[in-house]
């Protein structure tokens, strides 16, 4: 399926997350609906708790919603299965997380290899080779996750996040464990990535002048969006 | 398939790297090795035993007697065109003088016709240690062949003169082999070969001397066949036929005993491999957790995250599987090595077939025991990505498990080939190990009762946060502390219980223990035997009569080997007892039952047995018993039973009768006495006077045995080592499997103020604790295992070992110190800030 930027590649509507705690069911999220557009840079923000990081886990098909539904490139996401919606991940969303979540038994350059072996891709050492010098970490290739510092794995992360050029990267609280001067460089380098390879950009965090850096802004507050 | 293959090889290099699969690889190579080093060694001694086959009996056809053949039978091989031999085996000493010194020695002699052996050839050598070639006939008149040991023992060369008996004889030849080689296997004395002709004039063959008759028949196929039909309807009690098929089945049973008992032990090796390859594994999940959510995350199909981890752990199985083959292969040679004095005979090359045993032992062990958390994995939602909580690892079910422990019980049983010992060996593993964890758990709730825990609250808080740590982790805690026990268990059967057992054997006999035997003392021989001891102002032993017969009927009813389930009971009724007639109970045996003789020589006839024959052959006090004595009968009642003990070197007796009962049958008499060291000679002096006497030098049988007990004990230990070191697995891969939650509990600690020695502290109590546990279980296990081995194998009294009591919990608690204090230092090593970060 194309997309332009007429039809949205997200679209997000009346979604609900509920979770029961003993008796009681808890509304994490309640109604939220937004589309975004093919390269687009959003950002979700909002205090702790808010639900934005549920949000992200249901745009990426990594949880289900109560009710509600999430279409990723014309993919409704409630119709397919678990392993449908793996597949449909492994092709067009890449991921960056606050705590990195790189396997520490792996090199740099074979954590950036993985998603391209997992898809059969013969080329992976060298596009992994390639986005791994993108991202500054041409001589760091053959180090292990405990060997490099924080900002150097969450550029690892980078690195594994587009080297299978994904459409759609989301990116939760990438600067959470990051001291303030390594934050701002991953950012850069994120935005830079973003506009080379055109990818549509999700973010979520708690940090407003990131937030404002970004285009637009979904804001929530108690699982409802109060600003979009 | 082929991109899966790569990508799953890729995935195992990566993971050997990082050291996660070493243990599995381990346990692998040590539960295949335990396994296939067994099998290569007893597939090369069946093929052995097959290759020898056609020369194994020396004949087409074998008849064995424990009394001479009569004519009627002899007289039918040559009379049906079948070609006869015949040959005559029994014990007996043969002496020799060399440089003036004379020298006695024991050996099993064979005398037999010029053409034996039918089938198959006698090797012989011009002197020691020179090539040997085939020998055209047996030896010649007034010659005798010595095997190795025993011109060695009597420090002969070829040339020399040895007597036997009232004869004298030419060594011609080193004898190098012989057919019937089987019997050889595990033949104790050495050989002395000569001709049948020359078997009169010795003298030897007396009253109560036990000598086998054989009868060699060869020929047509067709011819021996119908003979043997013809045989075999006449044959009486104490006779048997061999043939090919059935060929000396006694040995094969030996054979076929010791490969089971060695093929348990390899297997509860790879039993206790099985336990650290589940708990190696779970770890391996516990640490890929995050990894798979994260491939989850970036596409992988619970499909696809399934074959590859199935994948790599096929490859991991193949290579370890491999691995432990190979390691298995050098085994089997130390064993066989070991072993050389007791198989007299060179061993084939081993078959591949152990190796596809070992393969198919490897892979049920991986499969059923790393299947269940393995399958986990795929199972792990992405969500935990951004959640960490979402998809902790719960522990398999039992369930999971089940088709591992069936597919590996099923194998314990084929290898046991026996349901009831095979299923005596799973069920008392399992119960074993279900006692383990269930009283372990018992003693750590026990140990850490809340009101224990709050009433050190006061004085260590570190003590109370050790204690409540075992509590809190009461079940995962309990699995570790069994599979240490298991592991200890092992270990001090290996060293503490067998060094007590052979103490114990050895304070069985007493210091003035008699250390020699004199038997075939014939009736009027018995005064001149007494004169030579007073001569020699030696203290005139006690001579007891001695009657050989055969058991033939038990209150009326014929018995033959058939009516008994047991091997012992079995070789019992088929061999010929020795009784004995006296008034007077022994001193050296206790009435357990009954009560000793009573009745004068008019009332019925009465006999005492020992109780542990009584028990095995089914015999009750009044029973009526009936033996064939020399062609005679005579039928006795069970009035007393007896105990007594085997190990005090005194003569002993299954069954005794009053005199005048036995007094009419052909007697022999037999002695024991003790000979100081400088009274061997006199020793050698009554053979030269009596050279039909036999004299058994105990300590020399003794000494021999034990040397061969020895090398069984060194061949057996090698696979216990196994065993040992698969315990010691499991013990590692159980302490490794909390490491990473301990780590961040210290961390945590650290984080909010504790000293180094706090941490290491609180740490240190519950290691002691859990070793203190493990230590007592295993201590409790082991003594109870080495109580029924003294008292079942060896009919023992084995004392409580203070030293077991001692060293089980010492070790169990120096083992885990020893790991709290690694444990402390990995811990105490990273910043709390890193293990925490690393662990969010």
Same mark, same amino acid.
């Given at each position: 399926?194309?997309?332009?930027?007429?039809?949205?590649?997200?679209?997000?509507?009346?979604?609900?997350?509920?979770?029961?705690?003993?008796?009681?069911?808890?509304?994490?999220?309640?109604? @939220?609906?937004?589309?975004?557009?093919?390269?687009?840079?959003?950002?979700?923000?909002?205090?702790?708790?808010?639900?934005?990081?549920?949000?992200?886990?249901?745009?990426?098909?990594?949880?289900?919603?109560?009710?509600?539904?999430?279409?990723?490139?014309?993919?409704?996401?409630?119709?397919?299965?678990?392993?449908?919606?793996?597949?449909?991940?492994?092709?067009?969303?890449?991921?960056?997380?606050?705590?990195?979540?790189?396997?520490?038994?792996?090199?740099?350059?074979?954590?950036?290899?993985?998603?391209?072996?997992?898809?059969?891709?013969?080329?992976?050492?060298?596009?992994?080779?390639?986005?791994?010098?993108?991202?500054?970490?041409?001589?760091?290739?053959?180090? $292990?996750?405990?060997?490099?510092?924080?900002?150097?794995?969450?550029?690892?992360?980078?690195?594994?996040?587009?080297?299978?050029?994904?459409?759609?990267?989301?990116?939760?609280?990438?600067?959470?464990?990051?001291?303030?001067?390594?934050?701002?460089?991953?950012?850069?380098?994120?935005?830079?990535?973003?506009?080379?390879?055109?990818?549509?950009?999700?973010?979520?965090?708690?940090?407003?002048?990131?937030?404002?850096?970004?285009?637009?802004?979904?804001?929530?507050? =108690?699982?409802?969006?109060?600003?979009? | 398939?082929?991109?899966?293959?790569?990508?799953?090889?890729?995935? +195992?290099?990566?993971?050997?790297?990082?050291?996660?699969?070493?243990?599995?690889?381990?346990?692998?190579?040590?539960?295949?090795?335990?396994?296939?080093?067994?099998?290569?060694?007893?597939?090369?001694?069946?093929?052995?035993?097959?290759?020898?086959?056609?020369?194994?009996?020396?004949?087409?056809?074998?008849?064995?007697?424990? $009394?001479?053949?009569?004519?009627? @039978?002899?007289?039918?091989?040559?009379?049906?065109?079948?070609?006869?031999?015949?040959?005559?085996?029994?014990?007996?000493?043969?002496?020799?003088?060399?440089?003036?010194?004379?020298?006695?020695?024991?050996?099993?002699?064979?005398?037999?016709?010029?053409?034996?052996?039918?089938?198959?050839?006698?090797?012989?050598?011009?002197?020691?240690?020179?090539?040997?070639?085939?020998?055209?006939?047996?030896?010649?008149?007034?010659?005798?062949?010595?095997?190795?040991?025993?011109?060695?023992?009597?420090?002969?060369?070829?040339?020399?003169?040895?007597?036997?008996?009232?004869?004298?004889?030419?060594?011609?030849?080193?004898?190098?082999?012989?057919?019937? /080689?089987?019997?050889?296997?595990?033949?104790?004395?050495?050989?002395?070969?000569?001709?049948?002709?020359?078997?009169?004039?010795?003298?030897?063959?007396?009253?109560?001397?036990?000598?086998?008759?054989?009868?060699?028949?060869?020929?047509?196929?067709?011819?021996?066949?119908?003979?043997?039909?013809?045989?075999?309807?006449?044959?009486?009690?104490?006779?048997?036929?061999?043939?090919?098929?059935?060929?000396?089945?006694?040995? /094969?049973?030996?054979?076929?005993?010791?490969?089971?008992?060695?093929?348990?032990?390899?297997? +509860?090796?790879?039993?206790?491999?099985?336990?650290?390859?589940?708990?190696?594994?779970?770890?391996?999940?516990?640490?890929?957790?995050?990894?798979?959510?994260?491939?989850?995350?970036?596409?992988?199909?619970?499909?696809?995250?399934?074959?590859?981890?199935?994948?790599?752990?096929?490859? #991991?199985?193949?290579?370890?599987?491999?691995?432990?083959?190979?390691?298995?292969?050098?085994?089997?040679?130390?064993?066989?090595?070991?072993?050389?004095?007791?198989?007299?005979?060179?061993?084939?090359?081993?078959?591949?077939?152990?190796?596809?045993?070992?393969? +198919?032992?490897?892979?049920?062990?991986?499969?059923?025991?790393?299947?269940?958390? #393995?399958?986990?994995?795929?199972?792990?939602?992405?969500?935990?990505?951004?959640?960490?909580?979402?998809?902790?690892?719960?522990?398999?079910?039992?369930?999971?498990?089940?088709?591992?422990?069936?597919?590996?019980?099923?194998?314990?049983?084929?290898?046991?080939?026996?349901?009831?010992?095979?299923?005596?060996?799973?069920?008392?593993?399992?119960?074993?190990?279900?006692?383990?964890?269930?009283?372990?758990?018992?003693?750590?709730?026990?140990?850490?009762?809340?009101?224990?825990?709050?009433?050190?609250?006061?004085?260590?808080?570190?003590?109370?946060?050790?204690?409540?740590? #075992?509590?809190?982790?009461?079940?995962?805690?309990?699995?570790?502390?069994?599979?240490?026990?298991?592991? +200890?268990?092992?270990?001090?059967?290996?060293?503490?219980?067998?060094?007590?057992?052979?103490?114990?054997?050895?304070?069985?006999?007493?210091?003035?223990?008699?250390?020699?035997?004199?038997?075939?003392?014939?009736?009027?021989?018995?005064?001149?035997?007494? =004169?030579?001891?007073?001569?020699?102002? @030696?203290?005139?032993?006690?001579?007891?009569?001695?009657?050989?017969?055969?058991?033939?009927?038990?209150?009326?009813?014929?018995?033959?080997?058939?009516?008994?389930?047991?091997?012992?009971?079995?070789?019992?009724?088929?061999?010929?007892?020795?009784?004995?007639?006296?008034?007077?109970?022994?001193?050296?045996?206790?009435?357990?039952?009954?009560?000793?003789?009573?009745?004068?020589?008019?009332?019925?006839?009465?006999?005492?047995?020992?109780?542990?024959?009584?028990?095995?052959?089914?015999?009750?006090?009044?029973?009526?018993?009936?033996?064939?004595?020399?062609?005679?009968?005579?039928?006795?009642?069970?009035?007393?039973?007896?105990?007594?003990?085997?190990?005090?070197?005194?003569?002993?007796?299954?069954?005794?009768?009053?005199?005048?009962?036995?007094?009419?049958?052909?007697?022999?008499?037999?002695?024991?006495?003790?000979?100081?060291?400088?009274?061997?000679?006199?020793?050698?002096?009554?053979?030269?006077?009596?050279?039909?006497?036999?004299?058994?030098?105990?300590?020399?049988?003794?000494?021999?045995?034990?040397?061969?007990?020895? *090398?069984?004990?060194?061949?057996?230990?090698?696979?216990?080592?196994?065993?040992?070191?698969?315990?010691?697995?499991?013990?590692?891969?159980?302490?490794?499997?909390?490491?990473?939650?301990?780590?961040?509990?210290?961390?945590?600690?650290?984080?909010?103020?504790?000293?180094?020695?706090?941490?290491?502290?609180? *740490?240190?109590?519950?290691?002691?604790?859990?070793?203190?546990?493990?230590?007592?279980?295993?201590?409790?296990?082991?003594?109870?295992?080495?109580?029924?081995?003294?008292?079942?194998?060896?009919?023992?009294?084995?004392?409580?070992?203070?030293?077991?009591?001692?060293?089980?919990?010492?070790?169990?608690?120096?083992?885990?110190?020893?790991?709290?204090?690694?444990?402390?230092?990995?811990?105490?090593?990273?910043?709390?800030?890193?293990?925490?970060?690393?662990?969010?």
């Amino acid at each position: 399926m194309s997309t332009d930027a007429g039809t949205p590649i997200v679209r997000v509507s009346a979604l609900t997350k509920q979770v029961r705690t003993g008796d009681i069911d808890l509304n994490i999220l309640s109604d @939220i609906s937004f589309v975004v557009h093919p390269g687009e840079v959003v950002a979700i923000i909002g205090a702790s708790g808010s639900g934005k990081s549920t949000l992200l886990g249901l745009l990426a098909g990594l949880d289900t919603p109560t009710s509600g539904r999430v279409v990723l490139d014309g993919h409704d996401l409630s119709q397919l299965d678990e392993d449908g919606r793996a597949e449909l991940r492994g092709h067009m969303v890449g991921f960056v997380f606050q705590s990195f979540q790189l396997l520490p038994a792996l090199t740099a350059l074979e954590n950036v290899m993985l998603p391209l072996e997992l898809s059969g891709r013969v080329d992976a050492e060298e596009a992994a080779r390639g986005m791994l010098s993108k991202v500054g970490l041409a001589q760091r290739l053959l180090h $292990y996750p405990k060997h490099l510092s924080g900002g150097e794995q969450q550029r690892v992360a980078l690195a594994r996040a587009f080297v299978v050029r994904p459409k759609v990267l989301l990116a939760d609280e990438p600067t959470g464990s990051l001291d303030a001067g390594s934050g701002a460089g991953v950012i850069d380098l994120m935005f830079e990535l973003n506009r080379d390879f055109g990818t549509t950009l999700i973010l979520v965090t708690h940090d407003e002048n990131l937030a404002r850096r970004c285009p637009r802004m979904v804001r929530l507050a =108690a699982g409802r969006i109060v600003e979009s | 398939m082929r991109a899966t293959l790569s990508l799953a090889l890729r995935m +195992l290099l990566r993971d050997w790297r990082s050291g996660e699969l070493r243990l599995l690889v381990a346990a692998l190579v040590i539960a295949v090795a335990s396994v296939t080093s067994v099998g290569f060694f007893t597939d090369r001694v069946g093929q052995a035993l097959v290759r020898d086959a056609h020369q194994l009996l020396g004949a087409d056809l074998v008849l064995v007697s424990d $009394y001479p053949w009569p004519a009627a @039978i002899a007289d039918e091989i040559p009379r049906r065109g079948l070609e006869p031999a015949a040959a005559v085996n029994f014990i007996s000493m043969v002496q020799a003088t060399r440089g003036g010194e004379e020298k006695t020695q024991l050996a099993g002699v064979k005398a037999v016709t010029a053409n034996y052996p039918l089938r198959g050839r006698l090797r012989i050598a011009p002197g020691l240690h020179a090539p040997d070639a085939p020998a055209g006939s047996g030896p010649a008149r007034g010659t005798v062949w010595l095997d190795e040991r025993l011109s060695s023992a009597l420090g002969v060369r070829p040339g020399d003169r040895v007597r036997l008996g009232r004869s004298e004889f030419t060594f011609a030849a080193v004898l190098t082999l012989e057919p019937e /080689r089987s019997a050889n296997f595990f033949n104790l004395a050495p050989r002395l070969t000569m001709h049948a002709d020359d078997m009169a004039a010795t003298g030897l063959v007396q009253v109560g001397s036990r000598i086998r008759y054989y009868l060699y028949a060869a020929g047509a196929r067709e011819q021996v066949s119908a003979f043997e039909a013809w045989v075999r309807s006449r044959l009486q009690r104490g006779q048997r036929v061999d043939n090919l098929e059935s060929g000396r089945p006694e040995v /094969r049973a030996a054979i076929e005993r010791a490969q089971r008992f060695l093929g348990l032990a390899a297997l +509860l090796a790879a039993v206790l491999a099985g336990v650290a390859i589940a708990l190696g594994t779970r770890r391996f999940v516990e640490r890929h957790l995050e990894g798979c959510a994260v491939m989850r995350c970036v596409g992988a199909t619970q499909r696809r995250l399934l074959t590859l981890y199935s994948a790599e752990f096929l490859v #991991l199985g193949i290579v370890g599987c491999a691995g432990g083959s190979v390691l298995g292969f050098a085994v089997q040679g130390v064993i066989a090595y070991w072993l050389v004095d007791l198989i007299r005979a060179p061993l084939p090359l081993p078959t591949a077939l152990p190796a596809l045993q070992g393969f +198919l032992t490897g892979l049920v062990l991986l499969l059923g025991f790393a299947l269940p958390p #393995l399958l986990q994995l795929k199972n792990v939602p992405a969500i935990r990505v951004i959640r960490r909580e979402a998809g902790t690892l719960r522990p398999p079910t039992l369930l999971a498990y089940a088709g591992g422990f069936g597919a590996f019980a099923g194998l314990l049983l084929w290898q046991a080939g026996d349901l009831r010992l095979g299923s005596t060996v799973v069920a008392g593993f399992a119960i074993a190990a279900c006692a383990f964890v269930g009283v372990a758990w018992l003693l750590l709730r026990a140990l850490t009762a809340t009101r224990l825990v709050r009433g050190f609250s006061g004085r260590s808080p570190m003590l109370r946060y050790g204690l409540a740590n #075992l509590r809190r982790h009461a079940r995962a805690n309990a699995v570790q502390v069994a599979s240490l026990a298991l592991g +200890l268990t092992a270990l001090l059967l290996l060293t503490v219980t067998r060094g007590d057992l052979v103490d114990a054997w050895r304070r069985a006999a007493p210091p003035d223990a008699p250390n020699r035997f004199v038997l075939n003392i014939q009736g009027d021989q018995l005064e001149a035997v007494r =004169a030579f001891f007073a001569q020699r102002r @030696i203290v005139v032993p006690d001579v007891y009569p001695m009657v050989r017969g055969r058991l033939i009927a038990v209150n009326g009813r014929n018995v033959s080997d058939g009516d008994y389930a047991e091997e012992r009971a079995k070789r019992l009724v088929e061999r010929e007892f020795n009784l004995s007639y006296m008034a007077q109970v022994p001193q050296h045996n206790v009435i357990s039952a009954g009560r000793w003789f009573s009745g004068g020589a008019h009332g019925e006839a009465e006999i005492s047995v020992e109780e542990g024959i009584a028990r095995t052959l089914g015999f009750r006090l009044g029973d009526a018993l009936t033996y064939s004595v020399g062609g005679e009968t005579f039928t006795a009642r069970v009035t007393s039973l007896r105990r007594l003990r085997w190990d005090s070197m005194k003569v002993n007796f299954f069954v005794i009768a009053p005199p005048w009962v036995l007094e009419r049958f052909p007697t022999s008499f037999i002695c024991a006495l003790r000979v100081a060291p400088e009274q061997e000679g006199l020793m050698n002096e009554l053979a030269a006077q009596f050279p039909n006497l036999t004299i058994v030098d105990v300590a020399a049988a003794v000494r021999q045995a034990q040397s061969i007990i020895d *090398q069984l004990i060194v061949a057996v230990q090698f696979v216990f080592l196994f065993a040992l070191g698969a315990g010691l697995l499991v013990l590692y891969a159980a302490l490794v499997s909390t490491e990473d939650e301990r780590r961040r509990e210290a961390a945590l600690m650290r984080v909010i103020g504790a000293s180094r020695a706090q941490v290491t502290g609180s *740490q240190r109590i519950e290691f002691l604790a859990m070793g203190l546990i493990a230590g007592l279980l295993a201590t409790a296990a082991a003594a109870a295992i080495g109580e029924v081995v003294a008292s079942r194998a060896f009919d023992l009294d084995l004392p409580v070992s203070l030293w077991l009591w001692l060293a089980g919990p010492v070790a169990g608690m120096a083992l885990l110190s020893f790991n709290a204090w690694i444990s402390a230092r990995k811990v105490l090593g990273a910043s709390p800030a890193r293990v925490l970060r690393d662990s969010i």
